[in-house]
């Protein structure tokens, strides 16, 4: 199998994928932390604890940091990816197939990896996509 080299192109676009999931989680989790009152009926929604909030809050935060950082960085999606799948988890347990949180949580999750796919040519060999 021939080595893939990251174009520079690529590799920003990765880039750019991975900022935008560590933007969301760290706005999520801040907003778990910060201001939980504008969370209540979500929270209520979807049936957890408004106890729960700075736990969510500082669980996004740290993947999100696991995300960042270059040496964490396969830890930190594969902590996303399950806490991405819980999200969804909880709104397919509702019902809510299909509706908008359910939705953004599939794409970060696409983005999460896709990102990592684009910018780390080691998840080639486990992904291997042909043209």
């Not at 520079?8 to 989680?25: D, E, N, Q």
Request: charged share 10%.
């Amino acid at each position: 199998m021939p080595e893939f080299s990251p174009t520079h192109r690529t590799l920003w676009i990765g880039r750019i994928a991975s900022a935008l999931v560590v933007i969301a989680l760290l706005l999520d989790g801040a907003s778990q932390l910060l201001a939980p009152a504008s969370i209540t009926a979500m929270m209520q929604e979807t049936g957890f604890d408004m106890a729960l909030t700075p736990v969510l809050g500082n669980i996004m935060l740290g993947c999100a940091l696991l995300y960042a950082l270059p040496a964490t960085r396969f830890l930190g999606a594969i902590l996303v990816t399950g806490f991405l799948g819980g999200a969804i988890c909880a709104h397919f347990r509702l019902g809510e197939m299909g509706s908008a949180p359910e939705i953004a949580s599939a794409l970060l999750g696409v983005l999460t990896w896709g990102g990592l796919y684009l910018r780390d040519p080691r998840l080639h060999p486990l992904l291997p996509l042909t043209r």
